[in-house]
């Protein structure tokens, strides 16, 4: 099979590094890859979101398989495109990434069909948004109604808080024009469950949490993601029943009766409650840095698991590792504000384990950082003790004067 990989960061690494291991691919490409992935796969200078260049790629080039990772190639409708000219892809229509794309829309879905979540409300105005805040009790979840790159969410805890965001989103269009989702704030550990779904059939995947603040100790800014984790001993097995029986499950039958069926992975992004799991978020591909931590554990062939969700077919028996993973972000020191690049990064070759590259490049022959997350390291272990002491090993190998990292990933799960 010849395999191409649309994206360019530490997720799409993930996907290439599990597509290398398959013994059904002969050759993989990456569009636009990065300098960690040409290891893997050949690098193709095309941008995620150029459907036309990457349609004429996947024709010239006789590529089996495309395999998406951003949602922003979702969200202008690769799938659509692909499928019209009968090249198989593994990602949903744009129709159907509207469960990411649109918060609204998948707020409006999961009212429909009693798929549990925060009670909410929608504006486009900003002094009927303010009005209804202020009516409610705080903290308040403010999202934006679409793409932000994973910064249109704030919780604001005071109602200045609240206004400023609101005027953020609804009168500077800081995202571009757009509608606010209002909920109300919910309380509980999180947890991501990734499936892979075909119609109304979904196949689960190891649950993970990451750590969104920049800093040991859940301190500093929200990033798009410090580190994850695998084995969530808060998570029981009754929690996941509950999780695929009454969100997974009816969201994909939902989908379904929508008219827009599922074909890749859907993303829940879960809170366990005191009145049980509940929707934060849904995301229509593969989480970040999630799936960095979750693929290194699947012991089947995953091209195969990816041919059949793209054709519509039930895939063979998914088998994961009953290993532990842990993984760290190594980041631009100022993320996930301002930061420089072209800082060289030395050691990566001494590391025992795993190193998926996020924001990286290679200037005069030497890897240098080219983005805010840079790498991520992830260690195996039979527990997560074990994981969590390899992982801090691993990670100390890399040297660089421009990079900082979190040394308590996974610390929820020791409390």
Known sequence: MRVLVVGSGGREHAIVDALFRSPSVDKIYCAPGNAGIAAQAECVAIKDTDVEGLKAFAKENAIDLTVVGPEAALAVGIADEFRKEGLKIFGH??????????????????????????????????????????????????????????????????????????????LDDRFGKGRVVVEDYLEGPEFSLMCFVEGENDYPMPVAQDHKRAFDGDKGPNTGGMGAYTSLPFITDEDLEFAMEKVMRPTAKAMVQEGCPLTGVLYGGLMKTADGVKVIEFNARFGDPETEVVLPLIDSDIANVFEAVATGEKPAEIVWSKDVTLGIVLASKGYPGDYAKGFAIRGTENVDGVVFHMGTAVKDGELVTAGGRVLFVVAKGATLADAHRKANEEVAKIECDNLFYRKDIGHKAFK
């Open 93 to 170: 229509t744009k129709s159907a990434a509207r469960i990411e794309t649109s918060k609204e829309f998948a707020k409006e879905l999961m009212a429909k069909y009693d798929i549990p979540t925060a009670a909410y409300k929608a504006f486009d105005n900003y002094d009927e948004a303010v009005a209804y805040v202020e009516a409610r009790p705080l903290p308040a979840v403010l999202k934006y109604d679409g793409l932000a790159a994973g910064k249109g969410v704030v919780i604001a805890e005071t109602m200045d808080d609240a206004r400023e965001a609101l005027r953020d989103m609804l």
